[in-house]
């Protein structure tokens, strides 16, 4: 397979990375011998092995594409069970939104060995969730979700995600050091450290609950100056009557009413009056809460870590289908999944734009000729219509002629006659 060959040639400059996974749908169906379709849903979504309409390599490019609208899509694979404890862990793959995708996800999620890949669906516990997902102008985010002690976890920054129709590199780095690192297109976008980004322990501190702030703390920065007054001219009504406002001449003050005139805003309206604001002599600065040691916080030096990880699995819901998942590896080696993304994506990447552009040029030839087309057939027509008109006057003259003429025939008597 392609991805053994790849492997083999960047261990040349790489020093034994462990590949727990790799895929990259290069023996045609062959996939489907390691690739396991959920039946959880009774109608889901078939996932189909294609490049797209457009690419960069017709062969490399292939991957799993969804194939209908509106559908939960569920497809899972097996790999040897390992654990990433002591060890950094790499997941990367690639993504391609060629339908300009309006709302669904573009995500994989890595499980336990206790997956049933037949029953996959969206409850079904994982360890991580990691990828984009998109569903209107609000969320167009990257999801980082580790499950811990039972629960998903989400992180706390916004990282967004690309949002165009072209293939997209996406890895998730973790560290034994509990720290991360997000990348889109082998370029970092987010990193940081797992227990300030996401809740997985209490805080270590908290408010002290025997702490009150001291009676007579003034905490305001400036108070109303007790010397300023009101001007006397300052109180005037919101709204007036309109002095341009006339009474309509048809109006029946017995049968209408009184007249009045419509209200407008009074130009020369002030609002409430309020005293101006001077220094607080009496200010002390904002009350700070003490804080304590949290007496229920427990470190956890091992948040990165999982002692089963088993199989990588596709479980989304589109609403336009499309998007195209390949070039899957879950590595150990951040190095080696650089170069592997290079190999792979990067060197389809500009390929594929180039394809899409020249698509879309000829496109843009196609719609000018159509349209050139239908003007001169709208012209076309249009002369047609006035030819037609013409004629119409010209043979509408040519009876008034005919008419005249047998008239001036009976007008005139014949020889005979006379």
């Not at 959920?38 to 292939?62: C, I």
């Not at 916004?158 to 082998?186: A, F, G």
Request: hydrophobic share 25%.
């Amino acid at each position: 397979m392609r991805s053994l060959a790849l492997f083999l040639l960047l261990g040349i400059a790489y020093a034994d990375p462990t590949i727990y996974f790799s895929e990259e749908f290069d023996d045609g169906d062959g996939y489907l011998n390691r690739w396991f379709t959920s039946k959880h849903n009774s109608e889901p979504g078939v996932f189909r092995l294609t490049a797209g309409s457009f690419y960069g390599d017709a062969e490399k490019d292939k991957g799993l594409q969804t194939s209908q609208d509106a559908r939960f899509y569920g497809i899972s694979a097996k790999f040897d069970k390992f654990s990433n404890e002591g060890k950094t862990l790499v997941v990367q793959f690639t993504v391609k939104h060629e339908q300009s995708i309006d709302c669904g996800g573009g995500y994989v999620k890595l499980f336990s060995s206790d997956l049933d890949h037949t029953d996959m669906h969206g409850d079904t516990p994982y360890n991580i969730m990691f990828g984009p997902d998109i569903c209107g102008p609000g969320t167009k985010k990257v999801h980082v979700i580790f499950n811990y002690k039972g629960k998903n976890l989400l992180v706390k920054k916004d990282i967004r995600c690309s949002d165009d129709i072209y293939t997209h590199l996406y890895t998730l780095i973790v560290k034994p050091d509990n720290t991360y690192e997000v990348k889109i297109d082998n370029e970092k976008v987010e990193s940081g450290n797992l227990e300030d980004d996401w809740d997985f322990l209490l805080s270590k501190k908290i408010p002290d609950p025997n702490a009150k702030k001291p009676e007579g703390w003034d905490d305001r920065e400036e108070i109303d100056d007790t010397t300023d007054t009101k001007p006397e001219d300052w109180d005037k009504p919101e709204h007036i009557p309109d002095p341009e406002a006339k009474k309509p001449d048809d109006w029946d003050d017995e049968m209408d009413g009184e007249w009045e005139p419509p209200m407008i805003d009074n130009p020369d309206y002030k609002g409430e009056w309020k005293p101006k604001q001077i220094s607080n002599p009496a200010y002390k600065g904002k009350w700070v809460h003490p804080e304590i040691d949290n007496p229920e916080y427990v470190p956890d030096d091992k948040l990165y870590s999982y002692s089963d990880f088993a199989a990588i699995g596709i479980d989304v819901w589109q609403v336009k289908s499309g998007t195209i998942f390949d070039n899957f590896i879950i590595t150990d080696d951040v190095d080696y999944a650089a170069k592997y993304g290079k190999e792979t994506w990067g060197k389809t990447k500009d390929p594929e734009k180039k394809m899409k552009d020249a698509q879309d040029e000829e496109e843009r030839k196609i719609r000018e000729e159509e349209e050139k087309k239908r003007r001169e057939e709208d012209d076309a027509a249009a002369k047609e219509d006035d030819e037609d008109d013409h004629g119409h006057e010209h043979d509408h003259e040519h009876d008034h002629d005919h008419e005249h003429y047998h008239e001036h025939d009976e007008a005139v008597p014949d020889k005979d006659e006379l």
